[in-house]
């Protein structure tokens, strides 16, 4: 089994500042790519950032400048470092880590809630 455990959600006010985490735990093999999504309700699930075990970043338009993802590849962790929060990054937090061989682990996700 392997098992993405989330942490870092909460409720913050805008213009604060939260971490979210993300550790794989289990029979974990090497993970290539590391990102997080969010889906907002009423809205489709999309990808917040990822990261490759190369380096190699990706941001949505609305979060760049804001957020930073970073990982840690010996403890198969992932992180989001998420500042200025605006009301609109209101969602729940999915992390999900995908190995060299293409398959997709997804964590139970994490309800981040930005007040005004």
């Known amino acids: 089994q392997v098992q993405l455990v989330e942490s870092g959600g909460g409720l913050v006010q805008a213009g604060g500042s939260l971490r979210l985490s993300c550790s794989a735990s289990g029979s974990v093999f090497v993970i290539n790519v590391m990102g997080w999504f969010r889906q907002a309700p009423g809205k489709e699930r999309e990808l917040v950032a990822d990261i490759t075990r190369g380096g190699s970043l990706n941001y949505a338009d609305s979060v760049k400048g804001r957020f930073t993802i970073s990982r840690d590849n010996f403890k198969s962790t992932v992180y989001l470092q998420m500042n200025s929060l605006k009301p609109e990054d209101t969602g729940v937090y999915y992390c999900?880590?995908?190995?060299?061989?293409?398959?997709?682990?997804w964590g139970k996700g994490t309800l981040v809630t930005v007040s005004s």
């Open positions: 999900r880590m995908t190995t060299l061989i293409g398959n997709h682990y």
